[in-house]
């Protein structure tokens, strides 16, 4: 079955980096747009990312449009997000999701806070 499993959250001071990722298996990885997500205390959960299955083509939401970067390894069925330049506001719990065969898939999270 689908799992996705993130890893690389934790503390960060204001300005500092991290790098998320989300091992995948279950499905055929390459196929597939790989997306991450965030939900942060008391907030809906919000797009952050997505890249394509080749990774040629990202996007991005407009909060994190700069300072973050999604890629990915399709040798490894692994998604990244290098997160820099972290604000107090990007602190959340952070999911990479797949929606495959028609359902929407999500991994357990990894909780990212930027906080001094």
């Known amino acids: 079955q689908v799992q996705l499993v993130e890893s690389g959250g934790g503390l960060v001071q204001p300005g500092g980096s991290l790098r998320l990722s989300c091992a995948a298996s279950g499905f055929i990885f390459s196929n597939y747009y790989m997306s991450w997500y965030r939900q942060a205390p008391g907030k809906e959960r919000e797009l952050v990312a997505g890249?394509?299955?080749?990774?040629?083509?990202?996007n991005y939401s407009d909060s994190v449009k700069g300072r973050f970067t999604i890629s990915r390894d399709n040798t490894k069925n692994t998604v990244y997000l290098q997160m820099n330049s972290l604000k107090p506001d990007d602190t959340a719990v952070y999911y990479c999701?797949?929606?495959?065969?028609?359902?929407?898939?999500w991994g357990q999270g990894t909780q990212v806070t930027v906080s001094s």
């Open positions: 890249i394509i299955n080749t990774g040629g083509t990202r």
């Open positions: 999701s797949v929606r495959h065969r028609g359902n929407w898939y």
